[in-house]
């Protein structure tokens, strides 16, 4: 049976929802996810036989990291049930802690926008973008690893792990171009 002191809460501590500081390994978790995504949208927007449109394409991978962000912070707000007391800001915090999702997109976004700025080709910007993704996937999931106090060879095979997801991306994007 719960003991009465289970349901107080301490002094200075946060009612339950509310994030006041989101630890690296829940920023990892919101990168790996917007590499991914990226990776993904930019290789199916990357066109084959149409007139290449990398602005229009920056814009979507923008605004899906960000609906994909909002979705994910609220839907863990309706997952931890926010307390009543503060429910509007845990929910808005819950929604905001998910910028990492949004700021690894940008990289893609940067890359696309350097094709619109004429720097490159669409198709350049669009094989630079699944790449970096790529190798970045290995650099967060490596890192994540050292974080949790894995060795250098049990990190790295982690980060090849993570890798494998944009090479899959990759493949993928080219078989069906």
Partial sequence: MPDHADHVRREGAAPRGVLRHR?????????????????????A???????????????WVVLTALAS??????AHVIAQRASVVG???SRLRSVLAEWPL????????????????GW?????????????NTVALFGLGTSAAR?????????????????LIGLMIIIANSLIH
């Avoid at 990357?46 to 449109?53: K, R, V």
């Avoid at 962000?69 to 609220?74: E, K, M």
Wanted: a negative charge; aromatic letters at 8%; proline letters at 7%.
């Fill in 45 to 59: 927007l990357d066109p084959s036989g149409e007139e290449a449109d990398p602005g229009q394409d920056a814009l």
């Fill in 23 to 43: 630890p690296p390994e829940q920023w990892m978790f919101s990168g790996i996810y917007g590499l991914v995504l990226a990776s993904a949208m930019v290789a």
């Fill in 120 to 132: 490159w080709a669409e198709s350049t910007a669009v094989d630079s973008a699944l790449l970096f």
């Fill in 69 to 74: 962000s909002a979705a994910h912070g609220y």
């Fill in 87 to 89: 429910a509007a800001t």
């Fill in 147 to 163: 974080s949790a106090g894995h060795g250098w060879p049990s990190s790295c095979r982690a980060g090849g792990l993570d890798m």
């Fill in 102 to 117: 949004v700021a690894a997109v940008l990289p893609t976004v940067g890359m696309l926008l350097a094709a619109v700025a």
